[in-house]
Every structure is written in structure tokens, then in C-alpha cells.
């Protein structure tokens, strides 16, 4: 079943049709506040295309003789310690893994334990969050950010990847 | 002199109690919400009137229903139950008062399962909203306002 | 405008180009990288911000993409590909960076400062007061863009700037369709909530 949010961002994207675009019309509680944040949505792409745009690469030429130097010298290695007769334990495919599985350790920490915010950063009268974690056991894919509504000087905590759960959780 | 001392002791102690608590006396609110779109909305909880425009705008759901809510005065160096609910409960470790707000370690659990856990400085003048997993068709909502 | 014809046409000798680089033919890699390097560098620019670090992310990604090039299959096209690499590789960048608090980005300030003669800038000959504001608008938009989420900025830009699909953005970055519509939502309100001012005076 698809979240709202999906189906916002499909229906702002023109996405959404039939039956579906009906039902998700019908459901906003204000057409036209939902109409105008659409066209709110549309001015930011329109925006962002205009000024972020493409960014031209500088010495074009000077990059692929540095990359195809890079290229050269890592072939030549390889070759090199293909033909090397001295057998090692940590061969170049162990050496990978091992430095992957580190990797994803740090990243697991690094990604779900926050670091403190720099108070400076936030709002002195907003609620701030100093950091925030999910149980990566529990939800593996989850990610969190912050986000603040300075209309009504809300925090909140923005989670995704949370595991759905079904409509019984909902008992009071 | 040795009922004299026991006194300056007791009241040294009561006065350090006192002075752990939030000050005057204010409590948390803070509430479970399932949040979803229904053809025929119930009236916003008044608990959340104040933010009710920023919690449509940001989730996009018309009716709001609290699951489990609790209002209480949060003591420094205690821990406690705040909002529970038949699945959920968030826990509370009130660490410390600040300028900015109340320090808190928030920990919320689905039955023994820890979903989610952070430390924040909730402010007198700004609501928190932590946005939890999808259930069913809705959103569960953990909201807390110091009144 | 290419015809469907050429187009196949370019997409068979990628193919060719791409089956001589797997035998060893850096040549063929050479070509490649012709091919997207201002595309990719761009990309990753407007994630980074900085020219340094999108330069050296961008040698990083062909590299990697060089080491790897036994196993592209061909289930996707070698853009598609390549550009799974240079997100990852920037991404994780991006997080390594967060953690170890790593510097604010400067460009946006440089922007002010750059030469008009660079290619780096307008072709245009803008006014001058036109420069100062369309460059302050870019370090708004740089500045908003630096408080998302290294996963929610390569969203946006892959769907705004990139205008990819998707399904092509999930296959790039390796999550669900929903989960980039998910992310999308989110980023589009923070960027509205931030940029509201700027983009309502277009």
C-alpha cells in the first residue's frame, strides 16, 4: 500500500491517474492549500533547474590524462603482483573484504549515532535535537534527520524506513 | 546540637530536591497519535490545536487520535514512563535543565523493542514531533509540549 | 536531435567500447570518460560544492568504475551504471565528512569572486547587478542544499536537475522506489521551507 508521501510526491509529479488520482484528490482536506503547494513545488524545481543547472568541468583535457595515468600505473601494479611469485595470505580479494567489512562497521556508527548539533546551527527558542539513533538490529534500512516548522516553532525528528506495521499497533 | 544538625540536613536535602524539578512546576505532555486520512475527520485533540496547521502541512493527514498520553512533572536524575499505548511506550530519563530547555533522553519501544532513542533539549516554546513507523494506513506520532 | 536510429546506434558502439575496456583496452575507458566526465563532475559538484573535492571524487568514481568494469552485465546502460559508483563513492564521502565535522562549503562563497572569463560562470554577459544576485541566490540554494541529508540531496538533484526517473534513481542508489519518493517529499518541503523566499520573487 502506498504512504502518503509517496503519493503526494507522485501526484505532484503529474503521476497519479484514474481511479487513484480521484481518491487522493478527494482525501486532501484542502484542495486549494494542497494546489498552491504544488505550484510552490513546481517554482523550486524550476528554481533549482535554472540555477544549479550543469557546472562545467575545467581543464576537461587535464583530467583524463590524470585519470589515465592513475589507470596505467594501477594496471601496471596488477600485473606486477600477478607475476610476483611471493605468496601472501592477504591476497588483494581478502584485503577488499576485510576493508569493506570495516567500512560498514564504521558506517553503521557513523550513520546512526548522530554526532551533537552545534547549538549555533539551531534556533535558540526551537526544541533541539543533540542526536538520535534507530536500532539498526531492528530497522537496518532506517535513517533519521531533523526538521523544523519555524511557523509554529516545531522540531521534529523525521524517520524513515521504519518497518510498517499492521493496524493493530494502533490499539490504545 | 544533634537535632539541630539533622534538621540543616533535612532541609538542605528537600531544598536540593526542590530545586531538580523543573522549574515552576511545569509538566510534559506527551502523546502517542495516530495520524491518517478519513472521509470523515474527529476534531483535532485540544492538546494539539496549537500545532494543528504544521502537522497537516508537514505529514499530510487530516485527523489526529491519541493512542496513549501522559502529563507529568519531570524530576532531574529520574526516570519514568511517559506515553504508552496497548504496543508502545516512551521512556523518559530527565537529565538536566538548561537555558534553552529541558534535557531529555527519550526512548521509544514497540512491546521489549527499541525503535528509536534521542537526547534533546526540549524547549517551553517549541513542540517536539517524532515521526515513528507506518501502522496500517496511518503514521504514528510521538508528540511533546511542555505546558 | 538524434533519430532513434543513431541513438541505437551510439547505445551499440557503448556496448562495444565498453566489452574492449572489460579485455583491457584503455582506449576504449578513455572514450568513456569523454563521454560523461563534465556530466559526472557537475553531478557531484552540486553535491560537494567544492571543485577540489568533486574533482577528486570524480577521478575516484572512474577509477572504480575502471576496476570494476568485468562485472557491468549490461542490464542497465553503462550511464546508469557509472553513476551508481559515482553516488555511492560521493555519498560516502559526504557521510565520512558529517562525522568527522569536516569544513562548511566554501564555494558558495567563492562564487562571488570567480573570474567572469572562467568556464565556470554564464556565458551571458549579465549585468552587474545581476551577477551579485543570481550568485547570492546560489549560495542560498547551495546553503539549503548542504542542510539535506547526503542520501535526500542526491535525490532531489537526480530528479530536479538530472530529471531521472524513479525507478532510475532507486536502481542508482539501491533502495526502493518508495523509499526515493519518500525522500523526495522530504526534501522538497525542507528545500520549499528554506528557499520559499527565493524562489516566489522568479
Known sequence: ?172 | MGRSLALVVASTALIMSASTKLQGAETVWSGLVIAENVPQPEPIPPELTRIERSLKKLFGYNQFQVIGQSRKTLNTGQEDWLATSKFFGLHVDARGESEAGYVLNLKLYKEKELLLETDTKLSKRSPLVIKGPQIGSGQLLLVLVVQ | MQTEATLAQADVSELDLVKRCQAGDTEAFDELVTRYRTRIFGMIYNMVHNEQDAWDLAQDSFVKAWRSIKRFRGHSSFYTWIYRIVMNVTIDWLRKKQVKGGSEFDDAIQLKEVDPASKTVPKENALPYETMERSEIRAQIDNAIAQLSPEHRAVILMKEIEEMQYHEIAETLGCSIGTVMSRLFYARKKLQNLLKDVYENI
Open chain 1, 1 to 172: 500500500m502506498r504512504t502518503f508521501e509517496e503519493k503526494w510526491t507522485a501526484w505532484l509529479d503529474g503521476k497519479l491517474s484514474g481511479r487513484e488520482l480521484t481518491e487522493f484528490e478527494a482525501s486532501l482536506p484542502d484542495k486549494a492549500a494542497a494546489e498552491a503547494e504544488k505550484a510552490d513545488a513546481k517554482k523550486l524545481g524550476t528554481l533549482l533547474k535554472r540555477e544549479i543547472g550543469t557546472y562545467d568541468l575545467a581543464n576537461e583535457e587535464f583530467f583524463s590524462r590524470q585519470l589515465r595515468e592513475k589507470i596505467v600505473r594501477e594496471s601496471t601494479r596488477r600485473s606486477r603482483k600477478r607475476d610476483s611469485a611471493v605468496a601472501t595470505w592477504w591476497t588483494v580479494r581478502r584485503l577488499l573484504w576485510t576493508g569493506t567489512a570495516s567500512l560498514a562497521v564504521f558506517l553503521v556508527f557513523a550513520i546512526f549515532v548522530m554526532h551533537d548539533k552545534n547549538p549555533a546551527e539551531q534556533s535558540q527558542y526551537l526544541t533541539q535535537i543533540l542526536n538520535a539513533r534507530v536500532d539498526s538490529v531492528v530497522s537496518p534500512n532506517a535513517t533519521i534527520s531533523m526538521f523544523e516548522a519555524k511557523e509554529d516553532r516545531v522540531t521534529v525528528l523525521w524517520t524513515e524506513g521504519l518497518q510498517s506495521l499492521p493496524a493493530d499497533y494502533a490499539a490504545k
